[in-house]
């Protein structure tokens, strides 16, 4: 049975979270996004909001990456220019997204950087917005909150079918922008106690943005990662996800523990592209047939 999904045809934004971190988010995002480019001929976008910069690295040499960020050329000059917009702008998104990233046609990315903003540009531009309002830094906070991510992705999100968020772990301003810029999320998790942890943080924010109507995202699936053999703590996680989500919002598909995986990083190419033949590119593979199944 497919979950029925308010597609939208251009342009949904899907975030690719959990609170915790090294349950596989970038993985997934850069080898999920690379299938459907590749295979369905999606126009796909991948956000790097992470300061870590994995899923930029999964795509380029550090080399290449210093080489941008020394032009200015990643995502911080265009949260800049969200923040402050009286600003010249120094480039327009269009010269800052890598367009058919390792040859893929579709496949884009926005770089991401080590430095995203800066703590107090955002208390002065806080400062400037609440004086003289008859509203408080709270209020201020929601609304950056609430605006900043959704700014960013406004001027090219009809130019994709799909844009995917890949966020660091933790519940930064970033993250809940950018959870409040998509319409979807999909939760990558391994099966273990701390992965749920970080479900149960990222289900309660979300239900308190709901409950003061900031959002309608909407869940598409929860995707297993790394899986090794069965234990039976894998099986009581797998259990407790069931009772809390339902079967048909786990993904079929899961993805196997693979050194093929980490060993793309080295060739900063998705192991779909370096080793096709390895069992952790064909599950990323047959992820993104389910993915295309259960979306479209
Ligand atoms: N299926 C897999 N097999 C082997 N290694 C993996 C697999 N998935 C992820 N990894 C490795 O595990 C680490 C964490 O994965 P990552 O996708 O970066 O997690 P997150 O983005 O949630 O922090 C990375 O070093 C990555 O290369
Ligand atoms: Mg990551």
């Known amino acids: 049975m497919t979950l029925s999904v308010r597609r939208k045809t251009m342009g949904s934004v899907i975030s690719m979270v959990n609170m915790k971190g090294g349950v ?7 080898n999920l996004a690379t299938c459907l480019a590749k295979n369905h001929k999606l126009r796909v976008l991948i956000v790097d909001l992470d300061t870590q910069i994995n899923a930029t690295l999964s795509f380029m040499t550090p ?10 050329r990643t995502l911080k000059t265009l949260i800049t220019q969200a923040v402050y917009p009286k600003n010249e702008m120094i480039f327009s998104p269009k010269e800052i997204i890598q367009q058919n990233i390792c040859n893929i046609k579709g496949l884009d990315l926005m770089p991401g950087d080590i430095e995203l903003y800066e703590d107090f540009v955002l208390a002065e531009m806080i400062y400037d917005h609440t004086m003289g309002k008859q509203q408080n830094y709270g209020q201020t906070w929601q609304q950056i909150e609430d605006r900043l991510i959704k700014v960013v ?3 090219f999100l009809n130019n994709y079918d799909l844009i995917l968020l890949d966020f660091s772990p933790g519940d930064h301003l ?3 922008s950018g959870i409040l810029a998509s319409d979807f999320y999909i939760i990558p998790a391994k099966l273990e106690p701390l992965s749920v942890i970080g479900i149960g943080i990222l289900e309660g924010r979300i239900k308190q943005f709901k409950e003061s109507n900031r959002t309608q995202i909407e869940l598409l699936g929860i995707v297993l990662t790394s899986l090794g053999r069965n234990t039976k703590m894998s099986t009581n996680v797998q259990a407790r996800l069931i009772k809390d ?3 048909n919002i786990l993904f079929q598909t899961e993805i196997p ?3 093929a995986v980490a060993r793309a990083i080295d060739e900063c ?3 779909v592209l370096t080793e096709p033949q390895s069992v952790g590119a064909k599950a990323f593979e047959e992820l993104g047939e389910e993915f295309f199944k ?3």
């Open 24 to 30: 596989g988010k970038t993985t997934v995002t850069v």
């Open 63 to 72: 080399a290449h990456f210093a080489k941008l960020k020394q032009e200015k």
């Open 153 to 155: 992705l406004k001027p």
């Open 174 to 176: 970033i993250t809940r």
């Open 245 to 247: 989500f339902g079967k």
């Open 257 to 259: 523990m693979n050194v």
């Open 269 to 271: 190419r998705p192991v």
């Open 294 to 296: 259960r979306f479209y």
